[in-house]
């Protein structure tokens, strides 16, 4: 109890620092956390809001890192859901879309997708679509379609694939 308090504060002050656009602090802040409170859920919270902080800044191995470690140390799957679709974006936006569909195979095969179904359809989809295997995109993004996903980008996507068997309903 003691240790999360203090944990709790640093991450208020690091919201905080973000939304202020103060990202030297905020990066301080999580490190802290991250340093300091590594047995807390803030570390958690911390080691995610950091890897988007290094993705916004183009440090794409660091939050490759920060996301392999929530992946590590997490004990909450939910969270581990979060990490690995993130970085599956990172890894496909570092030009390396086969391991991303490895990350995205594994975890099917291990434990499934659970309630981040839709996230992982849509974050296949884009891989399918970097690596030119269309028929496989659009399947993806359909199912992600099905399974709730809506959005203008989506429709977009579809367009672009060709809807040669139209939405699923």
Sequence with gaps: QQMVEPA????QQMVKAVEAKQLESADRLNERIIQEHGATIYSTFAQLAQAKLKVD?????SARRLLEAVLASSAEDKFKHLA????????LDGNAAMAA???VEQQAKDKGFGAFERDYELLKGDIYSALG????A??????????GAASAILEMKLDELGRSEGPLR
Excluded at 133 to 136: L, N, P, T
Aim: charged share 20%; no cysteine; aromatic share 8%.
């Design 8 to 11: 709790g504060a640093y991450y």
């Design 101 to 103: 569909l490895g990350l």
């Design 138 to 147: 659009r399947t993806a993004y359909q199912a992600a379609q099905h399974l």
């Design 57 to 61: 800044a183009g440090d794409l191995a």
């Design 133 to 136: 295997r269309q028929d496989e």
């Design 84 to 91: 690995r679709l993130r970085l599956g974006q990172v890894l």
